[in-house]
């Protein structure tokens, strides 16, 4: 994200895509656009938006991440929380 205008994009794009979903689909905990991570396409803009716990769980079964990675979707690592 290099210019002011690019974010802005990105954000209305994960806030499109929490209220389209409003449910995690992995967890079914409900999503926030603060908190959600993002998973991006191959060109980087945002796909899809899971829970912080959506994401824990993806992130420990190498399957789901193989057929993540099979689809062009990567997770945009600034969104994923830190462990505290």
């Known amino acids: 994200m290099t210019t002011t205008l690019a974010a802005t994009m990105r ?7 929490v209220s389209k979903n409003i449910v995690c689909p992995r967890t079914g905990a409900v999503l926030d656009a ?17 829970s912080p716990a959506g994401w824990e769980q993806i992130s420990n079964d190498p399957d789901t ?20």
């Open 11 to 17: 954000k209305q794009m994960v806030t499109h895509l």
């Open 34 to 50: 603060r908190t959600c991570v993002v998973l991006t396409d191959r060109d980087g803009d945002p796909a899809a938006v899971v």
């Open 65 to 84: 991440l193989a057929r993540l990675a099979s689809h062009g979707l990567t997770v945009d690592a600034t969104t994923v929380p830190t462990i505290r």
